[in-house]
């Protein structure tokens, strides 16, 4: 009985270490849609890909998740104040 218990064990450790390795984000930000005070761009910018690599941790600890993302900026030039909304798709793989 208890060499089972052990080999029970020893099979839970080693599963758990084996889950826990080092892992690569790789993200493609690609603009989709570029408006500034309403007026949509007629040019976007190219895409870019970033790598982010994690040490020893599992695919569910790793962050790395596709989506999109909106920033907003505010200038004023001239005594006018310009809104510049950008929207990106994220396209994000762990390996």
């Known amino acids: 009985m208890k ?3 052990l ?3 020893v099979a839970l450790a080693v599963t758990f270490t084996a ?3 080092e892992r690569t984000c790789k993200c493609t930000s690609t603009p989709v849609s570029s ?3 309403g007026v949509a761009a007629t040019t976007l910018g190219n895409p870019s890909t970033t790598e982010t690599k994690y040490s020893k941790t599992s695919k569910n600890g790793a962050g790395c998740a596709s989506g999109e993302t909106t ?3 505010t ?3 001239g005594g ?3 809104t510049t909304i950008n929207v990106d798709k994220m396209d994000c793989s762990l390996s």
Request: some cysteine; aromatic content about 10%; overall charge positive.
């Open 80 to 82: 006018t104040t310009y």
């Open 71 to 73: 920033s907003t900026s």
């Open 35 to 37: 408006t500034t005070n």
């Open 75 to 77: 200038s004023t030039w």
């Open 19 to 21: 889950c826990k390795k």
């Open 7 to 9: 080999l029970a064990v």
């Open 3 to 5: 060499k089972i218990t």
